[in-house]
């Protein structure tokens, strides 16, 4: 069997499911080392694979966005990209266009080198690389090495065509579409995003592997030979170019996912003060919209008489302290893939991995997004009927109620179709088809 590296950017959101899928790889007997950064180790560990330590960025996330150590310019940045939450999507997506070149091709030169001592030292078949490790993709695309891309966001981060620039969503809920003046503002941001960074993979190209072809269009890099989408497969998705073999794996967690006794004891305590159990969890990054979180209990706690609440409320545990009680646990971060099978509802901020794990577990959703590509996440749980959206800047207290009563009463006999069609699949799914493909696509090479 094939010896195989895959490489993690060092975000919690990335590097999880990543790992799940090289434990998955490992499970079907190739040889797998996990690359990412130090602090992300034990993932490799769990997944009973190598370690090679990488850095591919200078920004990182590793479970709590504000608790992570960084430098001050990052987290400047990142506070800066809070604060655009506030003021809606299109001033979210438009702060994200402004940070790229620092998020996403930091230092290639530095991961080139690093790539290419790990290829001398680990002699590896193939690789598996993150769609949104930019600086990866163009070093194994250089180094002419063959790799996978593994998408672990919306499928629409592998662009479509011409017309698809990353960052602008391929399609927007109903109660958060932009004015065309917000828009067209945003697109052209993108656009221009593009094609600075396809004049410098260009100009890295020429200047590091002039015999090689050109990368072509920068954010449309990926895997000439196969790509493992971490989402369902979707009739009304865009439909990239013919090319690569495109696995749809439905989700990325790994199974099982058992709850340990100190959370049983705490659900079973909500679960007597409280008949229905939601899940409040805003990712990694958005725990820090305290004032979206405050709302979001707020109107369960008075809108609901026979819910409880557990919120994931990261660094801001303190400032919701008044908040929790017999039907409210606050936690700094919470087993959310083990508390899906045991809770009745989540909300959610949209991101891919809440979304597919919900999807998984059977678990409906109110849906509130904030950036990135959760507005196409939050369109596809609209239209799936997994869930409600919602607009987190205007939301009443009596919004969330009132979106779960909806779900309660409308969408769930559809979530529990979903569920049974989504875990057909997974990481073992994934892992057994992506090796065979790699293999057949390889040999042909």
Not at 17 to 42: K, T
Not at 80 to 89: K, V
Not at 275 to 303: C, Q, Y
Not at 388 to 393: G, Q, R
Request: charged share 20%; hydrophobic share 45%; proline share 9%.
């Amino acid at each position: 069997m094939p010896r195989v590296v895959v490489v993690s950017p060092p975000f919690m959101s990335h590097a999880r499911p990543l790992s799940v899928l090289a434990g998955a790889l490992g499970l079907h007997g190739a040889d797998v080392y996990f690359a990412c950064a130090p602090a992300f180790e034990h993932l490799a560990r769990q997944a009973g694979v190598g370690f090679v330590p990488l850095s591919v960025t200078r920004n990182a996330n590793t479970g709590v966005a504000e608790a992570t150590e960084q430098d001050a310019q990052e987290a400047a940045r990142l506070k800066e990209f809070l604060d655009s939450t506030r003021e809606g999507a299109v001033s979210a997506l438009l702060t994200q266009a402004r940070h790229r070149r620092a998020d996403m091709l930091a230092d290639p030169d530095g991961v080139l080198d690093a790539l290419r001592s790990i290829d001398r030292a680990l002699r590896p078949d193939w690789y598996v690389v993150d769609q949104l490790s930019y600086p990866v993709t163009l070093a194994l695309h250089c180094l002419g090495l063959p790799y996978a891309s593994f998408c672990p966001g919306h499928p629409s981060y592998v662009l479509a065509g011409p017309e698809a620039y990353f960052g602008v969503p391929y399609a927007w809920p109903s109660v958060l579409r932009p004015d065309p003046r917000g828009l067209s503002k945003l697109r052209t941001a993108a656009r221009r995003n593009d094609e600075a960074f396809t004049a410098l993979f260009a100009a890295f190209a020429r200047r590091h592997a002039p015999s090689r072809p050109a990368p072509g269009r920068a954010f449309a890099l990926s895997s000439p030979l196969a790509v493992v989408y971490a989402y369902p497969p979707f009739p009304w998705l865009p439909t990239p170019p013919q090319g690569p073999v495109r696995l749809f794996a439905g989700h990325m967690a790994a199974d099982p996912d058992p709850l340990d006794v100190e959370w049983a004891a705490r659900l079973q305590g909500l679960r007597t003060s409280g008949g229905r159990l939601v899940l409040v969890a805003l990712g990694t990054f958005l725990s820090a919209r305290d004032d979206v979180l405050r709302t979001i209990v707020t109107g369960l706690l008075e809108g609901v008489r026979d819910v409880s609440v557990v919120v994931a409320a990261g660094e801001r545990t303190g400032a919701l302290a008044d908040l929790a009680g017999d039907r409210v646990v606050l936690a700094r971060s919470v087993p959310q893939r083990a508390l899906l099978d045991h809770v009745d509802a989540m909300v959610h901020h949209g991101g891919s991995n809440s979304f597919t794990e919900c999807l998984r577990a059977g678990v409906p959703a109110v849906v509130l997004p904030f950036s990135s590509d959760q507005f196409s996440v939050a369109w596809d749980a609209e239209r799936s009927g997994a869930g409600v959206v919602l607009d987190p800047n205007t939301l009443p207290p009596a919004g969330v109620p009132a979106a779960l009563e909806t779900v309660w009463t409308t969408l769930e006999p559809r979530v529990s179709s979903l569920a049974a069609s989504v875990g057909r699949r997974g990481p073992r799914w994934a892992a057994g088809a992506l090796l065979a493909a790699m293999n057949r696509r390889t040999t042909q090479s």
